[in-house]
């Protein structure tokens, strides 16, 4: 029967850091400090360095598990991560154990790691991850959709032109869309998603997960912004269904495409030439004459 491994960051005999030195990115609990695994206890208190995006929090988790850190604590978070990367490698490679924590969840997901991550690997620094809790797979698994194909999105852009270039690009998207979104925000969020994927689109909110107060409220967009106009509290993870055959058909203009050489047809019906049915159908609709030709052409109405 296959035994369980320590794991790089430990000696499985000892619970001794290694002779080696090595970059961790450790997973801490969203919101449920009983989440933290035995492993995460280990190396919290055996690290050379602990490397938090929050001290304080950092400070109350280890509070709540009763473990003891033996090592330097270390601010790591957006403002000083390109330097400290630097300095964090540095400790690595000389033979020191560095673990990178965020406040809840995987580092480098939408949180502060990549640089360190980048770092090491351009030194040739050992890097190794301690999974644990995340936010984009408990939502996925919470949220009712599909979950066979899925895409991460992060935060969208906060100025309302780029939110909707953003949006723009996503109208087709077939897999389901995770988002990350601060609660004062996620009105204006929902709203957004509702106006560029369609109000009917299924989505879940989820709130708080983990935690005392853990809700997902599913719904097409237009009830969740209408819930969500009330104020919700909380971290929130949206997560969307991707865009089905028919709105990836009308996200490509298949559909307009198809009522232009209906209409050619229609006119046809009555008497009308081809040549004048598509320039009246073009000028109907606004667009040029070659469109309308190149619909009726790709439905294989008349020879290319």
Request: overall charge negative; hydrophobic content about 45%; some cysteine.
């Amino acid at each position: 029967m296959a035994t369980g491994n320590a794991g790089p960051d430990l000696d499985p005999s000892t619970g001794a850091t290694p002779k080696f030195g090595q970059i961790v990115l450790a997973a801490t609990p969203l919101g449920n400090d009983l989440d933290a695994s035995p492993r995460l206890c280990a190396l919290l208190a055996a690290a050379d360095v602990v490397a938090a995006e929050d001290t304080r929090r950092l400070r109350r988790l280890v509070a709540a598990l009763g473990v003891e850190i033996s090592g330097r604590v270390v601010s790591y978070h957006d403002a000083n991560e390109r330097e400290r990367a630097v300095e964090l490698v540095e400790i690595a490679a000389a033979g020191g154990t560095v673990i990178v924590v965020t406040d809840a969840g995987m580092p480098v997901v939408s949180d502060p790691g990549f640089r360190v991550v980048s770092e090491a690997v351009a030194r040739g620094v050992h890097v190794t991850a301690l999974p644990g809790p995340s936010a984009v797979l408990t939502a996925l698994a919470l949220s009712g959709l599909a979950v066979d194909r899925f895409c991460f999105e992060g935060f969208l852009p906060r100025k309302a032109g780029e939110r909707s270039t953003r949006l723009q690009e996503l109208i087709d998207e077939p897999r389901t869309m995770v988002f990350f979104e601060a609660p004062h925000r996620l009105e204006v969020m929902l709203r957004a998603l509702a106006e560029s994927l369609g109000g009917g689109r299924q989505a879940a909110v989820c709130r708080e997960l983990t935690k005392t107060y853990e809700e997902v409220k599913r719904g097409a967009l237009a009830e969740l912004v209408q819930w969500a106009e009330l104020g919700v509290r909380g971290e929130i993870t949206v997560v969307v269904a991707g865009a089905s055959a028919q709105e990836r058909r009308v996200a490509a203009g298949l559909e307009t495409q198809s009522a232009q050489v209906e209409e050619v047809r229609a006119r046809e019906a009555h008497g009308v030439d081809r040549r004048t049915a598509i320039a009246e159908v073009a000028k109907a609709a606004g667009v040029p004459r070659r469109v309308v030709y190149d619909a009726v052409v790709k439905h294989k109405d008349v020879e290319p």
